[in-house]
């Protein structure tokens, strides 16, 4: 019995064995499956890899081109923008040089200006754009008369048009209200760019405006029409973007940024309207711009003055001007003496912050980026000491985040370099006072003066002796002493020669230089003067 | 009635403080101001303590050179001991330093000799604000 192998044994080893047979087979199916997986996704992956690379392709290219059109730009703004500065410069340098007739000054002078503000305007248009890259693009909404403005564009229109050739029919809709709500500066940006591509691009013919008013869709229509080189399908479908006129050539033979239609469309939308145009080649284009307006007057509200045409010696008052530059300094010195205003000048925030303390001024006007002591600090400062009159920043940084800033420091509000006349006056209109020519409101003022001028003279003999005390001593501490307080007194009651006097042998005796002994002498003489003076006012 | 209120004018020069109280007067004949003000003098800042000390000074006028300390030790003195007063700075100088001083302390106004009627309006207006209900 001993050879006969238990049938259970062997029934329990079949049994393993094709277990492990099934396993075996099991796992080299997962194996399999997981091996096609692997493949498949091998394949996706690189499917992916070609796709990502061919966008990253594309957004390279489009960065690429983006780019080359900013360079393009670029090269193209740096010769529109040295174009009218090569006339700014060359005919002022030719008016000092005394190259250019007297008979011919005016018009030189008139070229000058017309040069310095397209200049103005390409800058204004580069900011614009920045600003709408940017996102901080902002309008405002205002009530204002409408017509005017309109008016405005036809009086600055028509005579280009004559100029050229061309007529200018300005039409508008009869029940037009008298104001509207709407941002009055960006209407007339938008109209100044459309009118003025339109006699850009008009050799012969009409230029035409319409304006209309639709009350129910509470919406302001103007539509520019000229008879010009019109444009392709394709040129229309560029024309809206950034850096490009529908033809670069068209920027070296026409000018012009190219950003104009770019920021005007811009606008447009944040003033709830549009700009859409229709054009062929050759038979002219029609612009036509919607501004949303939700609220239309029939009265007018605007008793808008001509401040750009006030008289000389207008206004009475008197201004702080913290500049560093001189020739800002005197740009506003001239605006200032022609309104017949009183000014002073200091050079820095640091010295403007103590003529401001010192002074009596209807308003600061500040510039921000100055040596020892910047704008900003200065109006911290004066705001921290309870400095309450107007301040006003007079500067180059206009975006928003910068005006907001100084708001916030305690500036009242700004002006922008360069200066505009209208809105700088206006500001000045609003502070000061017209001049009536009557002087009536000081003698009250002085009554207080008159008690302790009595009290200051009385005590002026002693202050004398003192004073001379000090110098037969040679005694310099007394002496520092008792003109420190004479040179702090005399301005106070008017006495400038003394107080001058007294200033410079402090100065010197700070110094222990010995010519403060001299001066004081001289002092206590021009004291007995001032005191023979005053006992002679008081008789007679 | 009118509430009465307590100022002080510390300077160490008599017709200093005579201009300073007479200009204070005048400014505060306004109408607008509906408090009476009775203005004590100091020629020194022990003086200045001493009748703070006494009486209860809503709003004091420091001169910044003195003979016997400065001007900027009486106003930290003050913020210490007397928080509810309130100060002005008064001085010949309006250094950077002397300002950014008095600042870090706390001030209503910095009144610069000459004086100028303006910057004592200010400061009288500034106090008003202060402390009106």
């Given amino acids: 019995m001993t050879e006969m192998v238990p049938k259970s044994r062997l029934l329990r080893e079949k049994t393993a064995r094709k277990e492990a047979e099934k396993l075996l087979e099991q796992k080299s199916l997962e194996l399999f499956n997981k091996n096609t997986a692997l493949e498949a996704l091998t394949q996706n992956l690189e499917k992916l890899v070609e796709e990502r690379t061919a966008e990253l392709v594309s957004a390279r290219d489009a960065a690429m081109a983006a780019s080359r059109a900013k360079s393009a730009f670029l090269a193209n703004m740096s010769h529109e923008i040295r174009t009218p500065l090569t006339a700014v410069i060359g005919f002022a340098e030719n008016i000092q040089a005394g190259i250019i007739s007297e008979a011919e000054i005016s018009d030189t002078i008139d070229t000058i200006i017309a040069n310095s503000k397209h200049l103005f305007t390409i800058l204004n248009e580069i900011l614009d754009i920045s600003k709408i890259e940017s996102g901080q693009l902002e309008v405002e909404q205002i009530r204002f008369a409408l017509e005017p403005i309109i008016i405005d564009l036809d009086s600055i229109f028509k005579p280009i048009c004559q100029a050229k050739g061309l007529y200018f029919d300005l039409n508008i809709d009869s029940n037009l209200p008298k104001d509207v709500i709407t941002d009055p500066t960006r209407v007339r940006q938008i109209l100044m760019n459309l009118i003025g591509n339109a006699v850009k691009f008009t050799e012969n013919g009409r230029i035409s405006l319409n304006v209309k008013a639709d009350q129910v869709a509470q919406q302001l229509t103007f539509q520019v029409?000229?008879?010009?080189?019109?444009?392709?399908?394709?040129?229309?479908?560029?024309?809206?973007?950034?850096?490009?006129?529908?033809?670069?050539?068209?920027?070296?033979?026409?000018?012009?940024?190219?950003?104009?239609?770019?920021?005007?469309?811009?606008?447009?939308?944040?003033?709830?309207?549009?700009?859409?145009?229709?054009?062929?080649?050759?038979?002219?284009?029609?612009?036509?711009?919607?501004?949303?307006?939700?609220?239309?007057?029939?009265?007018?509200?605007?008793?808008?003055?001509?401040?750009?045409s006030m008289a000389p010696n207008s206004l009475k008052g008197s201004v702080l001007v913290v500049e560093d530059n001189e020739v800002n300094q005197e740009l506003i010195a001239q605006h200032l003496k022609y309104l017949g205003i009183d000014f002073a000048i200091e050079g820095n925030g640091e010295l403007g912050f103590q003529a401001a303390l010192a002074g009596e001024y209807d308003i600061i006007l500040m510039d921000i980026q100055m040596p020892v002591m910047d704008g900003k600090e200065a109006v911290k400062i004066l705001r921290s000491v309870g400095y309450n009159k107007p301040i006003y920043a007079v500067t180059a940084n206009v975006m928003s985040q910068d005006i907001t800033e100084y708001r916030q420091i305690g500036f009242n509000g700004h002006i922008g370099k360069p200066i505009n006349k209208k809105h700088f006056y206006s500001i000045l209109c609003k502070y000061l006072q017209a001049n009536t020519n009557d002087e009536s409101s000081?003698?009250?003022?002085?009554?207080?003066?008159?008690?302790?001028?009595?009290?200051?003279?009385?005590?002026?003999?002693?202050?004398?002796?003192?004073?001379?005390?000090?110098?037969?001593?040679?005694?310099?501490?007394?002496?520092?002493?008792?003109?420190?307080?004479?040179?702090?007194?005399?301005?106070?009651?008017?006495?400038?020669?003394?107080?001058?006097?007294?200033?410079?042998?402090?100065?010197?005796?700070?110094?222990?230089?010995?010519?403060?002994?001299?001066?004081?002498?001289?002092?206590?003489?021009?004291?007995?003067?001032?005191?023979?003076?005053?006992?002679?006012?008081?008789?007679? | 009635m009118k509430k009465t209120v307590n100022f002080l004018i510390l300077d160490d020069v008599d017709a200093t403080r005579e201009l300073l109280r007479g200009l204070?007067?005048?400014?505060?004949?306004?109408?607008?101001?509906?408090?009476?003000?009775?203005?004590?003098?100091?020629?020194?800042?022990?003086?200045?303590?001493?009748?703070?000390?006494?009486?209860?000074?809503?709003?004091?006028?420091?001169?910044?050179?003195?003979?016997?300390?400065?001007?900027?030790?009486?106003?930290?003195?003050?913020?210490?001991?007397?928080?509810?007063?309130?100060?002005?700075?008064?001085?010949?100088?309006?250094?950077?330093?002397?300002?950014?001083?008095?600042?870090?302390?706390g001030i209503l106004g910095f009144i610069l000799k000459p004086f100028n009627r303006v910057r004592v309006e200010e400061a009288v207006e500034n106090f008003y604000k202060k402390t009106k209900p």
């Fill in chain 1, 225 to 308: 029409i000229d008879t010009g080189i019109g444009m392709s399908e394709e040129q229309i479908s560029k024309l809206f973007n950034a850096f490009s006129q529908a033809d670069n050539s068209i920027t070296r033979r026409y000018g012009g940024s190219g950003l104009g239609l770019t920021i005007a469309k811009e606008l447009s939308a944040l003033l709830n309207g549009d700009i859409r145009v229709e054009s062929h080649p050759g038979q002219g284009s029609t612009f036509t711009f919607t501004v949303g307006c939700e609220a239309f007057f029939d009265t007018s509200l605007n008793h808008m003055t001509s401040v750009e």
């Fill in chain 2, 24 to 105: 204070l007067t005048s400014v505060l004949a306004s109408p607008k101001y509906k408090f009476e003000v009775m203005i004590y003098q100091a020629a020194t800042a022990e003086q200045a303590m001493h009748l703070l000390k006494k009486h209860k000074i809503s709003l004091a006028f420091l001169d910044i050179e003195l003979p016997d300390d400065s001007g900027l030790n009486v106003l930290r003195n003050i913020k210490n001991d007397f928080p509810d007063t309130h100060s002005v700075m008064v001085s010949g100088s309006s250094s950077k330093k002397n300002v950014l001083a008095a600042l870090e302390v």
């Fill in chain 1, 442 to 540: 000081a003698s009250e003022q002085f009554d207080y003066m008159a008690e302790a001028r009595k009290k200051f003279f009385a005590s002026l003999p002693g202050y004398k002796d003192t004073l001379l005390d000090a110098c037969v001593s040679q005694n310099n501490h007394a002496l520092n002493a008792i003109l420190h307080q004479l040179k702090g007194l005399c301005g106070n009651f008017n006495l400038n020669e003394l107080d001058a006097l007294a200033k410079q042998a402090y100065h010197l005796s700070e110094t222990g230089n010995l010519d403060a002994f001299a001066l004081s002498e001289q002092l206590a003489a021009m004291i007995d003067a001032t005191l023979t003076e005053f006992a002679n006012e008081k008789n007679g």
